[in-house]
């Protein structure tokens, strides 16, 4: 099972501008063949079909655990392609609905994926940059436990190629920022399936990395994450449990070379995470809808009931 904290994996800045078509670019970290929606099916469904769970529990613990960091990666990068699509944060909603005969959307025609503002209302979706949906032919899961970590290390690298690529194209702090955290976050994954792959055949796979040969430090948005340790760091997701990744990610293995050196550590639990953004309310894109103000004094009722 999975337990849900009302936060963000990292902390966002907020968007300095309304940017659709830049939030179209992060959509491939996202639905993207090596995007995030990928690599979540991929351990997701491998860590529900395991063999000998009991026998090799190490490796069982190690892709389940990474599942549920994947699953906080969709809700990351999810948010960052809304508060790239809408903007700034705002302390009101705008406005109240206006006169939608003038065409108050007009510009949104043409932008790159005109459909995350018509059916989502500026939200992301399981798609890729150009609104190509994630399918299920993207999950690989054979019973296979070398066959499965192999083809886990491969994602990992092809996932650090598309980050390091849609980085390129953006300029806006907030999607630079969910670049760099998943760079640190990625690299980390992609050391510990080559970890795992070493203890089985004795292939020394982790001098294949960083697979491309960008150092992270030539990243700015990566420097916070490097110094704190994060790319040390493998996190259990779970206060009692998959405590069994410690026979592979720690027994004196250390940081890759060219990031800050030191021992690689298991840590109980999760990061500490950041807030989530609050979207503003837009009536005339009826989200929530076009007159809200009922709709608002009933939650405000509701959620003092839950007091």
Known sequence: ????????????????RPDPNA?????????????????????MFQSFNFRSKDKLRPFYSLVASITAE????????????????????????????GDISG???????????FASFASAGGGAL???????????DMVTTTGNVIVDLLHNFHLECGARLHKLRVYETLTDPTGREVCGYLLVRGSVHAHAYALALKQITGVELEKFLPTPNIPLGNI?????????GSHRRLYTWSPNDYKEIAGIWGQGEQALPGDPPGELTVVDGMPEGGKIHQLSGIPSAF?????????????????????
């Not at 939030?23 to 351990?43: C, D, F, P, R, V």
């Not at 065409?103 to 994926?113: G, L, T, V």
């Not at 399981?126 to 299920?136: D, E, K, L, Q, R």
């Open 1 to 16: 099972m999975f337990m849900r904290i009302d936060k963000l994996q990292a902390e966002l800045p907020a968007p300095k």
């Open 23 to 43: 939030a179209a670019a992060l959509q491939e970290l996202l639905g993207g063949k090596y995007g995030e929606m990928s690599t979540l099916g991929n351990y």
């Open 70 to 97: 994947e699953l906080g990666h969709v809700e990351l990068v999810s948010n960052g392609v809304s508060m790239l699509a809408n903007g700034p944060d705002h302390d009101a909603d705008v406005g109240p609905g």
């Open 103 to 113: 065409a108050p959307f007009e510009a949104m025609k043409d932008i790159r994926s």
């Open 126 to 136: 399981p798609v890729n940059s150009n609104s190509m949906s994630w399918n299920a």
């Open 220 to 228: 700015p948005e990566c420097q916070k994450y490097l110094q704190e």
């Open 287 to 307: 989200t929530p809808d076009y007159a809200p103000e009922e709709m608002m004094e009933i939650a405000q009722k509701l959620y003092r009931a839950s007091r």
